[in-house]
């Protein structure tokens, strides 16, 4: 098998006493793979490109929750908008309202999470401050979209002492937009703010412990990518 079954068993036995979602990142992996993981039980995949992302979605079952996990630029939402289950990266207001306008026109809602900037390093996309805040006030006019949560990613890095302070950074965000939400009830956030969705294969463990509830592992589950194929 090319998927790790015991590491799978391993860390969904951990995830279950914290209560946290495992997404599955599948991206750049064969569908005999995502078969693989699919039998074992998993439902929740996470993909980062659009295309591959459409492809899969036709060939497997029809009960697997599609999450967008990549920089999604806004002339693709029409894409993944009739099926995607989650948007992980919402780093723009431009990206949201267009999400809103393809969700209308599939007549559906879909389901968002606000993508916030928290690591050092200026390559990783996200929001801030500024853009949280032009955000809150144009949310009642997006009647299509409901925001969900939070996601962050810490720096790339072996120290554990910064990515914890981005982890803990990410989650006070988290919980102060928590409290706006519940003081400002709007359609959007009608389902309430209960994803903060932070945490990859090198330090999930960590953003347990900060307070995640939903962490994106690919490579202990399926090893290393190829990125040639």
């Not at 599955?24 to 295309?51: C, H, W």
């Not at 697997?64 to 029409?78: A, D, E, P, R, T």
């Not at 490579?219 to 190829?226: E, K």
């Amino acid at each position: 098998m090319s998927v790790n079954s015991l590491k799978y068993n391993e860390i969904i036995q951990l995830l279950s006493i914290s209560n946290t979602t495992l997404i599955a990142v599948s991206k750049t992996k064969p569908i005999e793979d995502l078969q693989e993981m699919y039998a074992l039980g998993q439902r929740d995949f996470g993909e980062n490109y659009v295309q591959e992302l459409v492809d899969k979605e036709t060939k497997l079952p029809k009960d697997i929750h599609w999450h967008f996990i990549g920089h999604l630029q806004s002339n693709k939402v029409k894409y993944i908008a009739p099926f995607v289950h989650l948007i992980h990266g919402v780093d723009s207001l431009k990206l949201l309202q267009e999400i809103n306008k393809q969700a209308l026109k599939n007549n559906r809602t879909i389901d968002c999470l606000l993508q916030l900037h928290i690591a050092e390093e200026e390559t990783k996309f996200g929001l801030d401050q500024s853009e949280i805040e032009a955000i809150k006030l144009i949310l009642p006019t997006l009647h299509n979209i409901r925001i969900l949560g939070f996601m962050g990613m810490a720096s790339f890095s072996e120290n554990m002492v910064k990515v914890k302070r981005e982890f803990i950074h990410l989650k006070n965000e988290f919980d102060l937009f928590k409290i706006w939400t519940n003081q400002n009830p709007m359609d959007a956030t009608s389902n309430g703010i209960s994803i903060l969705s932070m945490g990859m294969s090198g330090d999930y463990q960590l953003a347990i412990e900060c307070g995640s509830t939903m962490v994106r592992i690919g490579s202990l589950l399926f090893g290393a990518r190829d990125y040639n194929k």
